[in-house]
């Protein structure tokens, strides 16, 4: 570098150290202590002048968006927003909402945390609350798509386990006992009782099953679309999975479904103490056996002499 453009380099840097002072200033709060929500983490701060934030990328991935980078990831919420605003033409209260809410996202709040030499941006933490409230009232106006349906479960979890913390904390604020109860009290109840609402939610299928799958059967892996698996593998996995649980379990597991108004998976049906470890250990061994198998044919050949469907016969070497 010349000794102009050291100087230029300089000039820059004593610049932008100059603007990060003027940024408000973290007090509390590291990425080694997230606010943990199921599987979730989302890192959150107290500013110096008391303002809560969660950060940006905790926020999107809170409500089970991707969190993509650049300008493109990082204006994704307020991309839904807007969104829900121009398609919600029947509810103007709602329109206006998302509108405002969108308004917001797109400005997030910048700020300087202890040992980070760059700016951390993130949103006052009530904008989650009213982030849920716009994708809960969305859904309720049929206004998601379908591959967005997984963020308003994801919002009603949020929204149920905030409401328990929240009494809880007024509580002991009235009483005075929160002087005396653990630090993360709160915390541990928040995500003993999400983990539960999310359990229907958090994947259960390897992807490694997919991914022999596709191989056996002579297809393409990855798709081109992301989520695209072809209709008959569900039969497939009826005769893979829940014909070799247990005897009768995919009939009392379809009765079960049948009583419910909202669909869903089948071994999200499955008895968290029982049902779903041991769903957990027969995936386990059947991935490994498509690892083995040649093809389909062959796959299915193995998977009887290991696993074999109950109410068959199963044929001897004579």
């Known amino acids: 570098m010349t000794p102009e453009q050291r100087s230029e380099s ?28 199921g599987h979730v983490e989302i890192s959150c701060y107290v500013l110096d002048d008391g303002t809560r934030v969660l950060s940006q990328r905790g926020l999107q991935s809170g409500v089970g968006m991707s969190t993509g980078g650049g300008s493109a990831g990082e204006q994704r919420l307020a991309v839904f927003a807007q969104s829900v605003a121009d398609k919600a033409i029947g509810n103007k209260e709602l329109s206006v909402r998302s509108a405002e809410l969108s308004e917001r996202l797109r400005t997030p709040i910048r700020f300087r945390v202890p040992g980070q030499g760059r700016p951390v941006y993130g949103y006052e933490a009530t904008v989650l609350a009213d982030l849920c409230d716009v994708i809960l009232e969305a859904r309720s106006g049929k206004l998601l798509q379908k591959q967005q349906e997984h963020i308003a479960a994801q919002a009603e979890v949020l929204v149920r386990g905030f409401a328990r913390v929240g009494i809880i904390a007024l509580v002991d604020e009235a009483t005075g006992y929160q002087k005396d109860r653990d630090k993360d009290a709160l915390a541990q109840i928040l995500e003993a009782f999400v983990a539960k609402e999310l359990q229907p ?77 041991k769903l957990r250990e027969h995936l386990a061994s059947v991935t490994a056996i498509m690892k083995l198998s040649k093809d389909y044919d062959d796959f299915i050949a193995n998977l009887n002499k290991i696993h074999t469907r109950y109410g068959d016969t199963v044929p001897l070497d004579l």
């Open 201 to 277: 939610y958090v994947k259960t299928f390897p992807s490694d099953y997919y991914e022999q799958l596709f191989r056996l059967r002579g297809l393409q892996y990855p798709p081109e679309r992301a989520s695209y698996r072809p209709q008959y593998f569900g039969i497939l996995t009826n005769n893979i999975v829940y014909d070799r649980l247990a005897p009768g379990v995919r009939r009392e597991l379809k009765k079960e479904a049948a009583k419910d108004e909202k669909k869903g998976k089948l071994h999200q049906r499955l008895t968290p103490d029982m049902g779903h470890p």
């Open 10 to 37: 300089a000039r820059k840097a004593a610049l932008a150290k100059a603007e990060m002072q003027k940024l408000p200033k973290a007090t509390h709060g590291s990425t080694d202590h997230p606010l943990k929500i």
